[in-house]
C-alpha cells in the first residue's frame, strides 16, 4: 500500500471541535500512515471552501451558535454535498452528525435546514440531557466490536426509513428515541452522538473509513495495544457501579 496516498478533510476546526473530536482526525491520519499510506491532512476553517477532491472527511461536535453557522456555511458552499456525491466517505460527531441531516433545532429555537446527506431530522429533548458513557453494539454489518464513548447533548435523532442505526446502546441514550438506536448512516455517511474522542477509543471505526476510502476488504495489522488498553479502561468504568 506504500503507494496509495490518501486526502483527509478536517471541516471547520473553528466552529465544530469540542470534545477532543479533533483526535479523530489524529487517529485516521495515524492509522493510515501505520500502513504505509501518504496522507495529505487538509483543515478546512469556515471561511473556507471546502474542497470537493477529498476521499475522508470528518466534522465534530460545536455549541450551538457555531452549529448554526457551520450549517449556515456549508449549505451555502456546497462542496461537502458535491464531495458526498462523488462517494467519499464522511463521518460525523454530535452537532456535526445533526447537520447532516435533514433539519435541526438551533440556538434561537427554530428549525434549520440540514444537507439531507443522512436520513434523519433532530430535535430538541425535554427531559435531561444526555450525558455519561455509551457502551455500543454496531451494526453487524459494519463488523467491528462494541463500542464505547462520551455523549453530552439535548437532542433528539429520529431516523428516517433509509437509515440505519449506526449501532444499538447497550448503556447510554445514544439518539435519545428511546429505541435503542445509536447515530446513523447512509452508504459512505456516517454519524455518531459518541466524542471520547471516539476513533481514540474505537481505531476500528478509522479503520472502516479508511477501507472504504480505499475500496479493500483488510488492512495490514498494526500494534493495537495502547487503543485496546483504553478500550478495556473505558469499558469497564462504564460498566461500573456508580
Known amino acids: 500500500m506504500s503507494d496509495s496516498s490518501l486526502r483527509l478533510v478536517w471541516v471547520y476546526p473553528d466552529l465544530l471541535s469540542t470534545y477532543g473530536d479533533q483526535g479523530n482526525v489524529l487517529v485516521v491520519q495515524r492509522r493510515a500512515e501505520q ?15 471546502v474542497p470537493t477532491s477529498g476521499d ?34 464522511i463521518f460525523s460527531v454530535c452537532a456535526g452528525y445533526q447537520i447532516l441531516g435533514h433539519e435541526f433545532i438551533n440556538d434561537l429555537g427554530e428549525r434549520e435546514a440540514g444537507l439531507g446527506l443522512i436520513d434523519v431530522i433532530s430535535t430538541r429533548g425535554e427531559g435531561a440531557r444526555c450525558v455519561g458513557d455509551v457502551l455500543a453494539d454496531i451494526d453487524p454489518r459494519l463488523g467491528l466490536p462494541q463500542l464505547t ?10 431516523l428516517g426509513p433509509t437509515a440505519r442505526p449506526f449501532a444499538r446502546t447497550v448503556f447510554g441514550n445514544g439518539n435519545g428515541t428511546g429505541d435503542g438506536t445509536e447515530g446513523a448512516y447512509n452508504d459512505t455517511v456516517f454519524g455518531t452522538y459518541m466524542h471520547g474522542p471516539v476513533m481514540a477509543r474505537n481505531p476500528q471505526i478509522a479503520d472502516l473509513l479508511l477501507k472504504l476510502a480505499l475500496d479493500v476488504n483488510a488492512l495490514p495489522p ?21
Open 35 to 49: 500502513r504505509g499510506l501518504s496522507v495529505e491532512r487538509v483543515d478546512v476553517r469556515s471561511d473556507q471552501p
Open 56 to 89: 475522508i472527511y470528518l466534522i465534530g461536535g460545536g455549541e450551538d451558535r457555531p452549529q448554526r453557522l457551520a450549517a449556515e456555511r456549508l449549505r451555502r458552499d456546497g462542496g461537502l454535498s458535491r464531495a458526498a456525491s462523488n462517494g467519499a466517505i
Open 149 to 158: 464513548g462520551f455523549e453530552n447533548h439535548q437532542g433528539i435523532t429520529h
Open 222 to 242: 498494526t500494534d493495537d495495544r495502547w487503543y485496546e488498553a483504553l478500550r478495556a479502561e473505558r469499558i469497564a468504568a462504564a460498566t461500573q457501579p456508580a
